[in-house]
């Protein structure tokens, strides 16, 4: 049963726009919400994470939104590039899990010119 | 200088037969783990080991065997492939804790 409920499954986006990948999670004992990007051929890569006692953190151009009372939380990909063009994974962990990460069933995204 | 590597990248075999997958890692990390994708992209891990221990072992089917030999080491063997086997295996480590999880860049296994 997955514990990390990703949507949408893929996704086209134009370059310049916005691309809006969304998770939602029911176990209130994860405390730790990274985002991994996968290109073909390789493994993921840690993009950005969040904890949730903040609702917001940005880096360049990647934006977590976390909403903790929805238990819900989103990776907003702003001035999308084609190289943006990958699968992202949202993954949720706990403390005491020893590294057990629960990912999402991942989202292509298709960053065309 | 690759952080994560694992070999072989590709492995193509018959049914019934026995594969190892090897794994290193140079990052210094005390926690190593089997992460399978299937055919779907989707991530679920298999094993952790954490110093040379098992700490995690999920629901895996017994042909699996993983062994790590010190702490930047861990294998994978597989007994008896069936079809439903056929997968990218990553390997990955980090420092036990939360934090960045360090990717391998992928077995992919086709069982035929």
């Known amino acids: 049963q997955q514990q990390v409920k990703q949507s949408p499954q893929s996704l086209i986006v134009q370059k310049g726009g916005i691309s809006i990948i969304n998770c939602a999670y029911e176990?209130?004992?994860?405390?730790?919400f990274p985002w991994y990007q996968q290109f073909p051929g390789k493994g993921p890569a840690l993009l950005i994470a969040i904890r949730p006692d903040v609702s917001e953190k940005k880096e360049g151009r990647f934006t977590i939104s976390f909403n903790k009372s929805a238990k819900q939380f989103s990776l907003h990909i702003m001035d999308s590039q084609p190289g943006d063009s990958a699968t992202y994974f949202c993954?949720?962990?706990?403390?005491?899990?020893?590294?057990?990460?629960?990912f999402g069933a991942g989202t292509q995204v298709v960053v065309t010119p | 200088d690759t952080a994560v590597s694992q070999t072989p990248k590709y492995l193509v075999t018959q049914m019934g037969n026995d594969k190892s997958i090897k794994c290193e890692q140079n990052l210094g990390h005390d926690t190593m783990y089997w992460y399978k994708q299937d055919s779907k992209k989707f991530l679920k891990i298999m094993f952790s080991?954490?110093?040379?221990?098992?700490?995690i072992n999920e629901t895996v089917p017994n042909r699996f065997s993983p062994k790590s030999p010190d702490k930047a080491h861990l294998n994978l063997h597989i007994n008896s492939l069936e079809l439903g086997d056929s997968a990218v295996y990553f390997c990955?480590?980090?420092?036990?804790?939360?934090?960045?999880?360090?990717f391998g860049e992928g077995s992919r296994l086709t069982v035929l």
């Open positions: 176990n209130t004992a994860f405390d730790y």
């Open positions: 990955a480590s980090r420092n036990v804790g939360i934090g960045e999880l360090f």
């Open positions: 993954a949720a962990e706990r403390g005491d899990s020893w590294g057990k990460l629960q």
């Open positions: 080991y954490n110093n040379k221990e098992l700490i």
